[in-house]
């Protein structure tokens, strides 16, 4: 039994590689009980697939995927491997239900692992029917495909088509694509594997990781590859609550998951890392509903959706939060006051505006709004 049927319901599928890709972060390291709890966390939020560890890195990661995989146990999970066989025979001591091999397929890492395209060919057909005897299923990828001679791509392609491997994994190793080139890439995988599903696993070395997902999904590559807080190594992996959000919100898509639980998440995550989360991180970030310019306080009582896409509480944010600041005007203080049950000298308030505006320049921060109305009214102003 394999996840096929399940993925090819789905609109989009994720395969969250936060315990093996994410944590390969330098300095980045999991204890025990926040992998498992980062797994139980994942599932309750609609994830159905986690690729879990590398086996053949030890016994301590053969006891912690064997850990998660009792917390999970209705979860697909999935072991990376190299394309050797000592590593399925390590992943074979594990708990898990798929494994994915991963090939070297650009010029680039060939020469730098001493491997050759006939080496690659070989190996993908003895490998992917060795381990289609021991899993429930196999998953093949594609090491830095993003630099590799797009016919040699296309020999691959043909092989894995043949071979008894469900799905292809186009790997973004150091995150050069683009979406154009995105675009371009999986349709051209699309079209030589011969209906087998694509996995797109973008980093985010140029910033283009979570475009470059999406894009790819808008091409047929269903299955996407994310980690929490976009998590690994450099610059790190496509962000998930980017991609969750924007399928939501730009594409209109039903991915199935729990977008509530993303700010949750997202906490947790970075505080089992301790790696701030930066303020204003796409969807999760904690200035990502905050607000202090006087045209969009004014357009914001008026209509939430003239600044904000979606609203916060729709992944799991704190409500809206507005300030005073150095780009505030009269109106809003005006608001702000009068939600403190202070009036202001309707005469003065433009001056009031003016110096409480910098204060907030040379202090470089904002007034919540009762500070704002109680620093107004007292007209006492440290600059």
Known sequence: MNPLAEIRKSRAWFVDTTLRDGEQAAGVGFSDADRVELARQLAAIGVRELEVGIPASGETARRQISEVAGAVPDLWLLAWCRARP??????????VQGVHLSFPVSNIHLQAWRKNHAWVLRTLRDLTEDAAGR??????????????????????????????????????????????????????????????????HAHNDLGMATANTIVAWQNGAKCLSTTVNGLGERAGNACFAEVATALSVACHCDSGIELAGLGALSSFTAKATQRVLPAQAPVVGEAVFSHASGIHLTGLRRDRRTYEAFAPESVGHLPSRLYFGAQSGPGALREFAGGSGILLDPATLAETAERLREFCRRRHTVLSPNEAALMAADGLFTT
Request: proline share 4%.
């Open 86 to 95: 000592d590593d399925l025979d390590a992943a074979a001591q594990c708990p």
């Open 135 to 200: 899993f429930d299923y196999v998953t093949v990828g594609t090491q830095d495909a993003s630099r590799a001679d797009r016919c040699f791509l296309a020999d691959f392609c043909h092989a894995v088509a043949e071979s008894p491997a469900i799905r292809l994994r186009l790997a973004d190793t150091v995150g050069v694509l683009n979406p154009k080139l995105t675009e371009v890439m999986t349709r051209n995988v699309l079209k030589n594997l011969g209906g087998k599903l694509v996995e797109i």
